[in-house]
């Protein structure tokens, strides 16, 4: 007897179906499944002999053949685990699907028929609505990431025997609704303020700035002036996420098996800090079966590399074609996938080895040598693609003992979602959302120049030396800043501001 079912495969962001082709025949026993099935899914087989005994029905005892459509693409995982089951059973008349082209299966069985979660669900279920079907069995600890998309029904498993009970009327498995709760917003568990940094306007000021046009930020100065605790906060004033880019990082997460428990789906922007000691494939994502890495984690929020120069050299050059692109391409022998990497780069560095170079309270006990050394760790092409180069100087003890008089976050989050709000408006045509990715083309006809906000980029680009690149950089931070201001033209204030946060270029680093 024949059986077709269907269950859902990834290939980077996005699924594709695979068709579960089952034949069971007369002949000498034996069991063979084609179609490029890695060595997780071959083992499904010793899985679903054991889970169809302990779920009080009969292995066939026959010739299993069983081919994984289209051939021509790899499977990997455990998740076919659960429609490779049903295939058996339908093809050897133990269960009856009534429309199993509408229908797709997704989960990882244990050997007592248990249905465990997979990782990927949520792009799997979109990939299934979008070809057209309507019905899909999840394992329930994947239920609520699964029932976020609307207009396909999902149906929790936490059995084999309850899908056999649920086709044969015995017991019906209940259609998962979301909660109410799914869409709003959590609650930050450590509860963290911009109002919380004392002092440090500047700093606060050019933090805005960058969450406004989504600019990559270098903030410089000695150790314990607040450099991470400004980083850490950055998250919390970038403009609304919407249900699109919700999605898009949810599916990022849930890829990559870093969805948080009993989130199904990620309302706040993330915020991503790896360790110096990070890899170059931990960045970028890659592995045997590719996977997004931290650029990827962080899309749509912050990625946070506190010490820069202590990095690899190799991890932070893997930053550079992903900060122009907003994606990242991971070739591997099988197949070349890309997954978006869309973040806001806020990184912090001491001005030397020591830390205490430009502190007044202390002494620096580095050579020239060394700190030269220290500070060339990072590329020139690297800077060139950081926007805002600030430095964060030592706090005063009176701006410590202030009692908290500063904006919050809500209120400085309410100016940045009105000038991302004019940026968004304004590029509506030319396929972006922010002022930093403005290309090449664009400058000329949104960053226009008069004549004496020219003469003055003309007069820094001289005596700083500027790159081109870092010329365009200041345009684009002038239109952020602009936009904050509610104006249309860039004056010369905006100019001259924007010249301010270029600090390595004007202090020669």
Do not use: W
């Not at 946070?304 to 391409?329: A, H, K, M, N, Y």
């Not at 940045?416 to 004019?422: L, S």
């Amino acid at each position: 007897m024949f059986a077709s079912i269907n269950t859902v495969s990834l290939m980077g962001l996005d699924g594709f179906i695979v068709e579960v082709q089952t034949d069971i025949s007369n002949g000498l026993i034996a069991f063979d499944m084609i179609g490029l099935p890695d060595a997780a899914v071959r083992e499904a087989r010793e899985r679903a002999k054991a889970s169809i005994k302990n779920s009080g029905c009969e292995y066939p005892r026959k010739r299993i053949t069983i081919n994984l459509a289209p051939a021509s693409l790899k499977k990997e995982g455990s998740g076919f685990d659960l429609a490779i089951t049903i295939g058996i059973l339908a093809a050897s008349g133990q269960i009856n699907i009534p429309d199993p082209e509408k229908t797709v299966f997704i989960g990882e069985l244990a050997l007592d028929g248990s249905v465990k979660a997979v990782n990927g669900v949520l792009p799997m279920v979109i990939s299934a609505y979008e070809h057209g079907f309507t019905k899909c069995f999840v394992p329930a600890e994947n239920a609520d990431e699964a029932a976020v998309i609307q207009g396909i029904e999902v149906y929790p498993v936490r059995r084999l025997g309850e899908v056999l009970d649920h086709f044969d009327g015995v017991y019906r498995i209940g259609r998962h609704m979301p909660g109410p709760e799914i869409l709003q917003a959590a609650e930050s568990a450590a509860a963290i303020d911009m109002i919380d940094v004392k002092g440090q306007e500047q700093a606060k000021r050019a933090m805005e700035i960058a969450a406004s046009g989504s600019h990559n930020v270098l903030m410089i100065g000695p150790a314990g002036t607040g450099k991470s605790m400004l980083a850490k906060r950055m998250s919390t004033i970038l403009p609304d996420m919407t249900f699109e880019e919700m999605l898009e990082v949810t599916k990022l997460h849930s890829i990559a098996g870093a969805l948080p428990a009993k989130t199904p789906l990620i309302t706040e922007r993330p915020f991503r800090s790896p360790h110096h000691t990070v890899s170059a494939n931990a960045l970028s994502g890659g592995g045997a079966v590719p996977r997004p890495g931290e650029l990827s984690l962080a899309h749509c929020g912050v990625l946070f590399l506190d010490e820069l120069p202590e990095f690899r050299r190799d991890s932070l050059e893997v930053l550079r074609q992903p900060l122009e692109d907003g994606s990242i391409t991971i070739s591997r022998v099988n197949a070349t996938l890309t997954y978006p990497c869309n973040i806001t780069l806020v990184t912090a560095m001491n001005p030397c080895p020591c830390g205490n170079f430009g502190n007044p309270k202390r002494s620096c006990t580095c050579s020239a040598n060394q700190i030269r050394r220290y500070r060339s760790r990072i590329s020139g092409p690297l800077l060139d693609r950081i926007d805002i180069q600030i430095e964060v100087p030592s706090v005063s003890y009176d701006d410590l003992s202030k009692i908290a008089d500063g904006e919050t976050s809500a209120q400085i989050r309410e100016r940045v979602n009105k000038a991302r709000k004019i940026q968004t408006d304004r590029y509506k045509n030319e396929g972006i959302t922010s002022n930093s990715q403005l290309g090449a083309g664009m400058l000329d006809k949104y960053c226009r120049l008069g004549k004496e906000e020219d003469a003055m980029m003309r007069n820094a680009f001289d005596k700083l030396g500027l790159s081109a690149r870092a010329h365009s950089k200041i345009l684009k931070v002038a239109r952020t800043i602009a936009d904050l201001d509610t104006s249309e033209d860039i004056k010369i204030r905006h100019i001259a501001e924007a010249i301010q946060y270029r600090n390595l270029d004007r202090l020669g680093y």
